[in-house]
Structure formats: structure tokens, C-alpha cells
């Protein structure tokens, strides 16, 4: 039970930074690294079993998908960064570059997850009703 709701909390944290006008951009860009980390955890948690049959390699490429539309989506949010590259003392150039890249990544990952949650519903579905099945 303590999978899904840190799970939940990290698509409510990702539904909250992928929207830069509810957070501001400061907080949109540190929110996002703490994001970005702990999706990063998600995926080392779940480990990277060994894809046996269509299904389960078919998550396999999608969750591939997954972590290279987040790493686009890191390196290029962190190339235009206004406010913790600065913090870091650092700048980078190329901004007509990266921005365009940030925005497309974002949009690309957003999709990407809604289909990982999409396919994921129904084993959390049944997980929380095991969870209540078993309470007293």
C-alpha cells in the first residue's frame, strides 16, 4: 500500500510541475528536480526485470520511453533554467534550442505516463481492494 501512494503522490507532484503557471517558474523548476528524482526512484524501485512475452516487453519499451522523455525533459528544462542553474552559478546558451526541446519533451512525457498509468490502473484498483478486503 505504501507503493501507491507514493506513486499517487508522485503523479499529483508531476501533475502540479508540469503546470509552470500554478508554481511559478522558480518553484516550477526546483519542484521539478525534486521530481525528476523521485521518478527516478520509482524506476530503480521497480527494477528492470527481464521482459518475458509481448505484454510485458511492450511495457518494457514504454517504460524505456518513458525514462528517456524524462531525461529529455530534465536536461532541457535544466538548459533554459532561470532560476537554479543561476543558483548553481551557472548558465547555458542555446535557449532557442532547449526551450523548444523542454516543451516537446514535456508534452511527449505527459502522454507517455497517462498511458503507464492507464495500463497500471487496474493492478492498483485491485490492490487497494485486497488492502480493504484484509482490514478488519
Do not use: Q
Request: net charge positive; aromatic share 6%; with cysteine.
Amino acid at each position: 500500500m505504501r507503493r501507491i501512494v507514493f506513486d499517487a503522490v508522485l503523479i499529483a507532484a508531476y501533475a502540479l510541475v508540469a503546470v509552470p503557471a500554478l508554481t511559478g517558474v522558480g518553484a516550477h523548476e526546483w519542484l521539478g528536480v525534486a521530481v525528476v528524482a523521485a521518478l527516478l526512484a520509482h524506476c530503480a524501485r521497480r527494477g528492470a526485470a527481464p521482459a518475458r512475452g509481448a505484454a510485458a516487453a511492450g511495457r518494457a519499451v514504454l517504460n524505456g520511453l518513458i525514462v528517456v522523455a524524462l531525461a529529455a525533459c530534465a536536461v532541457s528544462g535544466a538548459m533554459v533554467s532561470g532560476a537554479v542553474l543561476p543558483a548553481l552559478g551557472l548558465y547555458a546558451r542555446g535557449y532557442f534550442f532547449w526551450d523548444p526541446l523542454h516543451a516537446a519533451s514535456a508534452k511527449v512525457l505527459l502522454a507517455l505516463l497517462l498511458v503507464h498509468l492507464a495500463l497500471n490502473a487496474s493492478a492498483v484498483v485491485r490492490a487497494v481492494r485486497a488492502r480493504r478486503c484484509d482490514r478488519p
